[in-house]
């Protein structure tokens, strides 16, 4: 008793410093370490019945990377429309030369007409405008249905335009969404780092509590 006394008045101050400690773990598993030899009336509590600190439980499956795949079959049909898109191209510039040289050949018949209209009548000639006429109407008809042919390919070129539209903005809503996801995926695993640092520290500081408790049990006990 006079050779703790000291000792315990030294640890007056220490156990009001854990007074609020002792308040708050008097209804778990550290009551009975308070006395008056030492000072610590924080440490009285009415016994050991109670959890303490649980362990922090973190989902590991948090800790997994979210994959966010975009459906293959978007980029297979952008592809096919694309190749589509090209063939019609291909075909319409067909068209548009094959009306060129037809409107040549216009011209130069027109010319030859003209020069045989200038040569004056004939049997041979009268032969020849017949001839001619027919050639010309052939021509006049294979132009005809070479530009109703331009129209109808315009009209699917147009289409497949509107297409390739539609399927860009579901492409770039796709695109949209993975980054979402992503952005999610990073403020998760934000979130449970930080629970993972709280949980450590709470680890530490129980460990700390543990040994300084027991400290102060085998102070108590001798």
């Not at 006395?35 to 922090?56: A, D, K, L, T």
């Not at 021509?139 to 315009?154: F, N, P």
């Not at 990073?186 to 500081?205: F, G, I, N, R």
Request: proline content about 4%.
């Amino acid at each position: 008793g006079g050779g703790m006394g000291s000792y315990g008045g030294g640890m007056g101050s220490y156990g009001g410093g854990m007074g609020s400690y002792g308040g708050g773990m008097g209804g778990g598993g550290m009551g009975g370490f308070g006395g008056p030899g030492f000072g610590m009336p924080g440490f009285g509590g009415p016994g050991r019945g109670g959890p303490g600190i649980q362990p922090v439980q973190i989902d590991s499956t948090l800790l997994q990377p979210v994959h966010v795949e975009i459906d293959p079959q978007i980029q297979q049909v952008k592809n096919q429309e694309k190749e589509q898109i090209k063939t019609l191209n291909n075909q319409f510039a067909s068209f548009i030369d094959k009306v060129r040289f037809l409107e040549q050949q216009n011209k130069v018949l027109s010319t030859k007409w003209e020069l045989l209209q200038q040569q004056g009548p004939s049997g041979p000639r009268k032969n020849l405008d017949t001839i001619f006429e027919n050639y010309i109407q052939n021509l006049r008809r294979q132009l005809d249905s070479i530009l109703a042919q331009r129209g109808q390919l315009e009209s699917e070129l147009q289409s497949m335009q509107q297409y390739v539209e539609d399927y860009k903005t579901k492409y770039e809503e796709e695109i949209n969404r993975r980054t979402t996801a992503e952005n999610e995926f990073v403020v998760l695993k934000k979130d449970v780092d930080s629970a993972y640092m709280t949980k450590v520290e709470l680890e530490a500081k129980v460990g700390a509590l543990t040994d300084e408790i027991n400290f102060l049990r085998c102070i108590y006990e001798e």
